[in-house]
C-alpha cells in the first residue's frame, strides 16, 4: 500500500471494527450468519479517475464511496472486479470464517487494491486487459449450475442448461473446463467450449487436456487457432 493510502485505511477500520462490534452486541447469535460492516474508499490517486471498481456480495453492490453495514449468511462472498486505464483486476474471498462480527476496508490506488479484514489483508494488482469478457462469473455461481447439471440424467439435456446459462456469462478458461467435466461424451465437451464466452481467449488452447482422443483434440485445436 502506498504512504498516502495507510493512514487514512488504518482510522477507517479502526472506525469500522468498532461499529460492528457495537452492531454485534445489538443482534442475536447466529450460527449461519455474522454481522457485516464494510466501506469502498474513493480513490486517493488522480490516476485512478476513470477507475470502475465494484464489490458484490450477496447480492449487494458498492462503488467508491459506499458503505454497508448489514447482517449477511456465513455462505456469502465478497466478490470484487475493476477496470482503470492501468488494466484489470478481479477476487473472490468468502468471509472470515468462528467469528460473530467483521468489519473490511476496501482501498485501491495505482499498484491495485488492498482489502482490509481484522486478521488478513489481501492485495491484488492491475493485470493487463485482453480481448475477451470481463468480469468473470463467480465461482459461486459455477457451483450453483454444476450442482443444478449434474443431477440432469441426460447429457444432452445438461448441455441445453449449460448453453443458456452461458449467454449471461464470463467464464474464465479454469472455469470452462470444470463444466466440461460433466459430460463424458467429446463431442458435448467440445461444443461447450465453442459456445463459452471466455476472459482470455488467447488461454483456451490450454483446455485442449479436456480431450483424450486425438480426433476431438485435433478437431480443438484447429479450431482454437482461429481465435483472435
Known amino acids: ?18 461499529g460492528a462490534s457495537v452492531m454485534w452486541c445489538q443482534v442475536s447469535r447466529s450460527s449461519d450468519s455474522l454481522q457485516v460492516s464494510g466501506r469502498v474508499l474513493p480513490a486517493a490517486d488522480s490516476v485512478l479517475a476513470e477507475v470502475s471498481l465494484h464489490l458484490e456480495i450477496a447480492g449487494r453492490q458498492l462503488q467508491p464511496g459506499d458503505s454497508m453495514d448489514i447482517r449477511l449468511p456465513r455462505s456469502a462472498r465478497l466478490l470484487v472486479w475493476g477496470e482503470s486505464p492501468l488494466g484489470r483486476l478481479q477476487f473472490e474471498v468468502p468471509l472470515p470464517p468462528r467469528v460473530d462480527s467483521t468489519a473490511f476496508a476496501l482501498l485501491h490506488d495505482s499498484t491495485g ?43 444432452s439435456a445438461r448441455l ?43 488461454k483456451m488452447k490450454r483446455l485442449e487436456k479436456v480431450f483424450t482422443s486425438a480426433y476431438y483434440r485435433g478437431e480443438f485445436l484447429e479450431w482454437a487457432e482461429q481465435l483472435p
Not at 1 to 18: Q, V
Not at 128 to 152: D, M, R, Y
Not at 172 to 201: H, K, M, N, Y
Open 113 to 155: 487494491t488492498l482489502l482490509c479484514w481484522p486478521d488478513d489483508t489481501l492485495q491484488t494488482p492491475w493485470t493487463p486487459k485482453t480481448n475477451g469478457c470481463f468480469p468473470a462469473t463467480s465461482a459461486q455461481s459455477v457451483e450453483h449450475i454444476l450442482a443444478e447439471v449434474t443431477s440432469i440424467s441426460f447429457e
Open 1 to 18: 500500500m502506498t504512504k498516502a493510502l495507510r493512514p487514512i485505511s488504518l482510522l477507517l477500520f479502526a472506525l469500522l471494527a468498532n
Open 160 to 202: 441445453d442448461a449449460l448453453s443458456r446459462w452461458m449467454m449471461d456469462q464470463c467464464l474464465s478458461t479454469g472455469q470452462i473446463e470444470r463444466l466440461t467435466a460433466v459430460f463424458d461424451d467429446e463431442a458435448r465437451r467440445l461444443r461447450l467450449i465453442q459456445r463459452a464466452p471466455c476472459t482470455t481467449p488467447s
